[in-house]
């Protein structure tokens, strides 16, 4: 081939490839839907949400898996601790400005992926889930298979979309129709009283404070749902991995979250829908573009990419796709 | 913000804020005191040659730590910008230093050289591009951390994209050792010290006594008040980058050798640690990070003698949580910075 940089068309019908890749952008468009609440509408700088996930995804595996907790309360369940853990964290955090409440949520984030990976009979440690799932013969995703083969025999087969190819279509639908749901939900709660409160706190904690509300209260509040949140998008990335490790809660994929908060704009929640397909699908598809370049480069070109994107997005467009440039005040 | 004063409706009882308040006033020796308990117990349950040893490892690491600290908090201080790149600028000496050392065949001390000037123009580079067309559009907190996330990938990968992400050496013997009253050193851990301290020392007499240092320092403390007395902001930023780019340059440089090996990944890895030293030191104060530094670099060395190796930055991180509950704006850190 004498074409340096060539595209190639497979890409158009690689289903499973492309399933997978909506999936990925499910789990985030949720994990950021909390950053969301977080960053877009209370002015909390929330950078510990790889940890929210990372503890929703273990305390549910470690409630089914060693504990043999049933699959459908152990969800709620692991959501629960997710939240505790989310007051537990912002107690002590919440109180100090945003440059040190980003660097002390990141520091907590990393402490939980340490001990993850350092408690192997708690966790798998670096082996992950599956030296847990091995060990007490039990999986994590029973449940989630039974309900995956209804989907399919009574929803997908139908309209004929049964090739191996669309195995894992269910998860995708269900994960979508959570992020929709949820964004939904969201953009209601924001809306209600309790919602202006927290954009009262954004804009001016002092002023919501001498109006009698209780700024720490409902900062606390919204760092608790975020960990909710986190939660969810934990058990769909444990489902769709099969086991996760510690390596899928590193601080970066907090910083994905942050993309697509820009790329989608900062307070509106149909906005990370559409941030986590702007990051997800270039991101991807980079992938089919025949460059001149081993794995590890186009590996590493993505992530320039995805730099280079955030510092113009940063400077030219701040309020991202669907944000308004009016809801951006986040100087203090 | 709130220190000090309790604010209406907080839940806070009256005898925390008196721990609080007894704390602030005496945050430093108080500090220290809680590391001299510490040490006490860990020479008492390990001897002294463990402890000395793992001491030396801390102070090894606490001088990167320190070095890269210092930058990070300076350009705090003077900008209000947290710079998530700062970690990846310590990689990016070290691949210089690497580009001209084992590729081209320079000493090392020559390639060092160089790699601190090309981090601290690369620094001053992202001031001119990126930081201060930013400020003139009054970007906030938010906006301003997202721009050094993004020039952290691109450094980081660009790196990567070049270099590739194996384990690179800068052909240091990190084996050879001295034996000094019993303990034995790492020769090039020795040399790493005591260029990491002179240069610390020498960082900290400048910040201290010359009339640049009193500027940076004036600038960090109170930017508007320093530009009324006079002072040529525009040149004390340049500069200031300059500095945190130069000492990022010998501090990735340092970690290289002492280390032993890096990858693209090593400067984010540290950065988080250099985070802890600057906000345990108090967010933009300069000799609070060179404290901090080295209290970090202590705390996770002195940590694997009771526990796991693993765990060290874990342990340091807490350490950081439970200091910043009791006092929120760090162990140096004025209630100003707040």
Known sequence: MSVPVAVSFDFLSAWSFWIGVGTLAGIYGIFTLGLQLNVGYTGILNFGQAGFMA???????????????????ALPLSMLITMAVGLLVGLPTLRLNSDYLAIATIDFSEVIRIAVQNSDSLTGGNQGTISLELENNRIFSGTWFTVSDWIAANIFDPVGLTDPDFL????????????????????????????????????????????????????????????????????????NLQSVNQTAFEPIFTFFGYVILILGGLASFPGVIVGTILLWIPLEGLRFLDLPLD?????????????????????FRPQGALGKREEMVLGD | MEAGTVPIGDPQSSAWTR????????????????????????????????????TINGLVA?????????????????????????????????????????????????????????????????????FKPMRKKRAGTLQLI?????????????????????????GVNVTDTIEFIGLSIGRTQLIVVIVGLIVLIAVGLMLRYTSLGRQMRALADNFDLAETTGIDT???????????????????????????????NTGFTLLLSLFAAVTLGGIGNAFGALAGGLVIGITQEWSTLPFDAEWKVAISFVVLIIVLIIRPQGIFGSERTL
């Open chain 1, 55 to 73: 503890i929703g995804a273990y305390s549910a595996v470690i409630l089914v898996v060693t504990l043999g907790v049933p699959f459908l309360l």
């Open chain 1, 168 to 239: 894992n279509l269910p998860l995708l639908a269900v994960i979508w129709l959570t992020l929709i749901l949820l964004a939904f939900g969201l953009s209601r709660l924001v809306r209600s009283p309790w919602g202006r409160v927290l954009r009262a706190v954004r804009e001016d904690e002092d002023a919501a404070r001498a109006l009698g509300k209780n700024v720490f209260s409902y900062k606390l509040q919204s760092l608790a749902i975020a960990a909710g949140l986190g939660a969810i998008a934990g058990w769909f990335l444990t489902l």
């Open chain 1, 295 to 315: 794995g590890g480069q186009v590996a590493a070109l993505r992530f320039v990419l995805v730099g280079l994107v955030l510092i113009l997005l940063v400077a």
């Open chain 2, 19 to 54: 721990v609080r308040s007894g704390a602030a006033a005496h945050a430093a020796e108080l500090f220290l005191g809680v590391m001299a308990l510490v040490g006490g117990f860990l020479l008492i349950v390990y001897g002294l040659q463990p402890l000395a040893q793992v």
């Open chain 2, 62 to 130: 606490g001088s990167y730590f320190a070095l890269g600290a210092i930058g990070l908090t300076l350009v705090y201080g003077i900008l209000r910008l947290t710079n998530f790149a700062h970690g990846d600028l310590l990689t990016l000496g070290a691949y210089i230093a690497y580009a001209f050392s084992i590729s081209i065949g320079m000493p090392l001390i020559v390639a060092m050289a160089i790699s601190i000037l090309l981090v601290a123009a690369f620094a001053i580079a992202t001031e001119l591009v990126m």
């Open chain 2, 146 to 170: 997202l721009m050094t996330i993004g020039l952290a990938f691109v450094i980081r990968y660009m790196i990567q994209l070049f270099s590739g992400s194996a384990q690179k050496s800068l």
């Open chain 2, 234 to 264: 525009g040149r004390i930023v340049i500069l200031t980058w300059a500095l945190s780019g130069a000492l990022a340059g010998l501090a990735g440089v340092l970690v290289a050798s002492s280390i032993g090996s890096f990858t693209p």
